[in-house]
């Protein structure tokens, strides 16, 4: 018994020793690839900012803006040229994400973002309010975001909404399109 355990032991060999230098060679460079892919996406982001530098300044709300129809409190997901979903809007931080505080007036829609640029959208720009499912890298269900369509400038913009109670959207849609075509109404008359 005791030949067949020499035997046993002779053929067992001894753990490859780890090449440290090798594996710590892989890890910075792992580590490096993974910098140059994040700094390659902040220049891609800088650059679209910079194509879309035409994009006038985002207006301000008003002193006076009369007293809220709708107030809602949740995350704004981000601005896209109307009609393309994919194409988001990064200039002036309309592309930031961010948790948004909307009040509806007769003056416009005030969109409030604590850490990020605030804008007002007044009711003239207004275009359309909509339910839908997705703008620039967010989808969600059927329903589960409210897309506002404004005119800034010379382009038309959807800015997508989700409220902390979902089950709001639909008010929301109402009456931004009622406002709209009052404003229409109002503005065919003269």
């Known amino acids: 018994m005791t030949s067949a355990a020499l035997l046993l032991a002779a053929d067992r060999k001894s753990a490859e ?27 891609g982001w800088k650059w679209r900012g910079t194509l879309q530098g035409d994009l006038p300044e985002l207006p301000t709300a008003p002193s006076e803006p009369g007293a809220a129809k709708l107030t809602m409190s949740g995350r704004y997901h981000g601005s896209t040229t109307a009609g ?14 961010s948790r948004v505080e909307l009040t509806l007036t007769d003056a ?31 989808v969600l269900t059927e329903g ?20 902390d109670h979902a089950a709001e959207h639909t008010e929301w849609v109402t009456a931004i399109n009622s406002m709209i075509d009052k404003t229409e109404t109002t503005e065919g008359a003269r």
């Open 17 to 43: 020793v780890t090449d440290w230098a090798a594996r710590a060679g892989w890890v910075v460079g792992l580590l490096l690839f993974i910098a140059l892919v994040y700094w390659l996406m902040r220049e």
């Open 84 to 97: 393309q979903w994919l194409d988001r809007i990064v200039a002036h931080g309309l592309g930031t994400r």
């Open 108 to 138: 416009g829609l005030d969109v409030v973002r604590p850490g990020a640029t605030d804008f007002f959208i007044p009711a003239a720009a207004l275009r359309e309010a909509l339910l839908g499912k997705g703008i620039a890298g967010k």
């Open 144 to 163: 589960g975001l409210l897309v506002v369509t404004w005119a800034h400038g010379d382009r038309l913009l959807d800015s997508g909404f989700r409220s």
